[in-house]
């Protein structure tokens, strides 16, 4: 089901009511069966997926913890088994068969299936929680029905936060009461990741979505002002899911780990990837890098580990030689900036930057930005064939026109506003600005606790307002699926 | 106490913006110009003259291929039969346009359909509900999916009617349609009295006439098997129901053949009603179309229509 659905504007007060209204000894099932419903809508069937993981790992994990010595390894092992298993056939098997038909090695039918929808999202969680408990981090859950409630709550199902077994699970125990201020708050924080999605992100996708879908038509500027649009309408899709997510959770009283921290003002990649999907992050970086050494090897393997872990994160989005280059491409930019540090701290003193902390800030910001832009042409054009690909990136700069040409409105229209109208256009920047003032505000303090201490009248005009402008500017065409709903 | 105010302002809230969207939805400025004037209110003119012609006469079904392909008053003074050209858009999908016409169809009538290649069977629930606002009886053609469907579509509705009118008292400009004028095409005044569009007539046309799109991953499938359901039912009635494929510009063609020779192919496989001809005897040179490849000129029209009036004579008609 999606958060910007019909289904999901009957469902979600539905199961809020009842779940309020039940005991809270009931509560757990009614959520698990609501999980299950919101699961169904999209492939019935694949729900027997989930379950085949949710009763290994269950097991496993108390297997584990009774486990002594070697043993508890191997169920360990039998887990994460059981669960890349899962990841590897549904995801990577025909990515597989492709590679090995392309390098003429082998060649084998590809399978006719769809992806089971979020699987890398909740595979990861469940793996989460058998390695959280050999850590002796966590206690196996004894509690069928609330482990699989760990793995199949609703609201972070099928694209995150990916959840740790230590932040979600004895909040299943907590009782929950109907606490105005909590549910309030939490509403808000779904409209505004409703807003985010339904009128900034698909917004935007109309800007990317006409270079991207025939980028051959394109040289210059269109591939760049349709790449920043696209920028930032992933941002704004997959924060506005999470930010649903965590509003659907804290109406009910759960508070699910935050997914963004304003990630466009990071000051370098490093920072970037503190602030942007931060759930998968902490995940490779608990779960991977850490274990491979991390920075505790030398400088060659720490350099090594962080390729590798952004590479594997690549992979992780999909099946896909473009997610793993846009990995890969994180990952070198983060080998690069560290090999570089000090002559690039040595280049700001020389030009006496570091003198005019703003400017140095603005241009790390700027930078990060652009880097981080880059990195989106190859994400975004996952389905492009590799000529198509190849063109964007080799005519991103050129065909750059005259300044004749860019004082012209027809070039303008053309080329900036990639032929929509003037006010189009401008929405569409208002709107990003918009946003961006907002994160501004939300840095020391949150929005929502700010708008609590206006006048009531006040308050109601921004709601009243704020309402009518998501259905003024919102696109409803169809219900677009969120982007991050496709790993 | 606290769950009582929750509920209390949420309803409150919801009354204020939505009631606002529905108000202007309900008390539209522009309601009785845009009956008067939209495209999608051409079918009150359709329909009463569908309802009026006494049987046997023969109607004509289809998208805008029709629409601007075909001189109605040729097929009636050739086959001395009244015709009622009932095309308006292929977007409102082949359940609805067959709806629309089979409770008027009567014993002797004969119906002609022309569907384009990208017809759907569902359609364009919006188109239809467009339609439906001008015309209400338009309501009892659509067929919704589900509960679900029927809410957003009707939401939508009021939304992008609530944008357009905001849009409008802006602008605070309407165009004066007119046949006369070189520009104008799709508004109600522009069809003569069988349902034919003429406004385009003296339009100059477009140099070259554009790409169509078409997909070699659609199927027809589902809009054939409404017309199979069609014919079945009219065949109870005794109204004789034929297929023509929709005309297609000469460059178009070349391009799409193959995508189209899979259309036909889907045709002769499960159509089970009788089809007149072949994809290439409505296919034309560029120069006698208007704007796309579907649409015709008046010279386009004429020669296509004979070619239907010719194909119609083979069977005895």
Redesign the interface.
Known sequence: MLFN???FL?FFPIVTIVYFLLGHKNRWWWLLAASCIFYMVFKPEYLLILGFTIVIDYFAGIWIENAVGKQRKWFLIISLMANIGVLAFFKYTNFAIFALAQSNIAHFKLLDFILPIGLSFHTFQAMSYTIEVYRGNQKAEKHFGLYALYVMFYPQLVAGPIERPQNVLFQFYEKKS?D?LR??SGLKLMAWGLFKKVVIADRLALFADKVYNSPMEYEGIPIIVATVFFTFQIYCDFSGYSDIALGTAEVMGFKLMKNFDRPYFSKSISEFWRRWHISLSTWFRDYLYIPLGGNRLGKTRQYFNQFFVFAISGLWHGANWNFIIWGALHGFYLVFARITQKPRTEFNKITGLEKVPFLLKTLQVFTTFCLVSFAWIFFRGNYLEQSQLFHLVAHLFSNFPTLKEFLNFHYISQNIFLNFTLVEFLIAIGLIIFMEIIHYFQRDKSIRQLVSTFPTAVR?LL??LF??AF??L?I??K?AQFIYFQF | MKIKQFFFKALLLSILTWGTVEAIFYFDPYKKYDLETSYNAVIIDKYKRLQETPSPKIVLIAGSNFAYGINSKLIADSLQKPVVNMAIHYAYGTKFMLNQISPELHKGDTVIMGFEYIIESKGNKSEQLLMARCFPKAKEWMEFDDFFEEIRENGQLRINTFRTILERLYKNKEINYQISDTTSVFFRGATNEYGDLISHYNNPSKKPIPRAILSDKVSLKGAINDMNAFYEAMKSKEVKVYFVYPTYSEENYVLDKKIIDKYQQEYEKYARFPILGKPTDFVFADSLYQDMAYHLTQKGAEIRTKKIIQLLGRISF
């Open positions: 659905s019909i289904e009957l109907f105005y549910v309030t109601w709601y009243y309402v009518m259905f003024i919102g409803f065409d219900p």
